[in-house]
């Protein structure tokens, strides 16, 4: 029952006080005065090269490379001829811009100089800003970082575009975007605002209930609330206002269960945005001379393994990392796996094994004119069999079945067989059937590492994992907890782990939550 007016004053003298001393504040690091510059595209002669200063001595330093003309019209570019400032010396016609903070990428102000790509122009601007009062060489990241300090960039974003910057294959270059483009992090916000309504309404019912100001049913959890407009008091009773339109809040318990929900299903789905980044595991097994080296040399187009007509060829283990339509995988060669052989071979095949074991996606490959042989039955019985039901790192492992020497085939097709799975014909000769290998391929793959270009964001990296996996913990902890400040401690360490996933933090904003949404009138 409301029995009392809540004046906003006295709420946010609370709230404040409460929210100042429970953590210190999230205020951005002040920006450390220091100009930098640094040649931001790639080393090495090239037709244009892009060098950018970031600080607040990037417009005297573009005045005076320019022999003190005017800054350009922002964000515009503008020929120029630089020079030395300290010999006068001309060091190149270039095009520059000027990019006045907070409006650049790193918030502060920024200028670019797009100068000809030969190493003497380059070094000879570098020198020529070194020169300039107040600016230094950048460290490593420095602009990106100076961008997440200054709010442009979350941490995920700064992610996102680390990954973009090393992305290697299509794949990659999509799921980077993505990040880059701020869907995990807008993911994490959500769901961080989800627990700070949960949390304001326990705080709330913590500080406020014992005044008897709040409803019991804010807890359990379906209590509807009544929004007044400014001016206006509060009402428990529907009757006393009748022409206000009413509005739920999310009940706490439910709005929790639902973040449960949503972050087993994101941590079930986590190793494949890894995958993504780092590279698929595929292991390509099969009986001796199927041509398993031929298909690693013709899926890597490089000559990784010895190929020859002698059985046992291949002993270790060989990786190479390869595009396999569009996703990035680690494409490993194995000896063929048959019994009775000398020792060398015997551990061969005791690796071949054991990599089978770590394997997202297993091609499994026989000979196509040799599927009756003791070798290729027992491959299929022992390996391709057995795929579905064993799952060694938690997730479960896919194959796809080749048989090779298609061209070799007689017009009959395959001869006597056991029962087979689905499977691809190909020849690595030839290089028919390729085509459809690397459309089931690029499937499987979409599977095993989540595709980037639908479904939601991916976790790329273990951090991402790790974080989520404690604000899940944290939610459990919230369910087990049986009084309202442990549930409150819970639900903050959960929202703490969401802000550490996009570097972000504060308390402020339960402040602001409660405002809104229980709707305080004055
Ligand atoms: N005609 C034909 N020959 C092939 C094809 N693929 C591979 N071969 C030949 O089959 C033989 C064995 O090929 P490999 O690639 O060494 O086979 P492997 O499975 O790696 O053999 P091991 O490493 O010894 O287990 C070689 O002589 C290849 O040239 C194919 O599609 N058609
Ligand atoms: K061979
Ligand atoms: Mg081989």
Redesign the pocket.
Known sequence: MWRGLWTLPALAARGLRRSCSRQGSGAPAPSSGATIFALSSGQGRCGVAVIRTSGPASGPALRSLTAGRDLPPARSARLRLLSDPRSGEPLDRALVLWFPGPQSFTGEDCAEFHVHGGPAVVSGVLQALSGVPGLRPAEAGEFTRRAFTHGKLSLTEVEGLADLIHAETEAQRRQALRQLDGELGRLCHDWAETLTTALAHVEAYIDFGEDDNLEEDVLERGGAYWSVGAGDTLASQPSELPSLPPFCLPPVDSSVRGLQAALGAHLRDARRGQRLRSGAHVVVA????????????LLSRKPV??????????RDVLETPVDLAGFPALLS?T??LREGVGPVEQEGVRRARARLEQADLILA?L?ACDLASPSSCNFLDTVVAHVGDRSPNGSSQRLLLVL?????LPSEGLGPSPDLPPYLL?????GEGLDSLLEALRKELATVCGDPSTGPPLLTRARHQYHLQSCLDALGHYKEARDLALEAEALRVARGHLAHLTGGGGTEEILDVIFRDFCVGK
Not at 286 to 297: R, Y
Not at 426 to 430: A, D, F, I, R
């Open positions: 099969g009986p001796p001379n199927a041509g398993k080296s031929s298909l690693v040399n393994s010895i190929v020859s007509p002698e059985p046992g060829t291949t060669d000896a063929g490959v000979d090779n020497k298609l061209d070799l190909l020849s690595c000769v030839t």
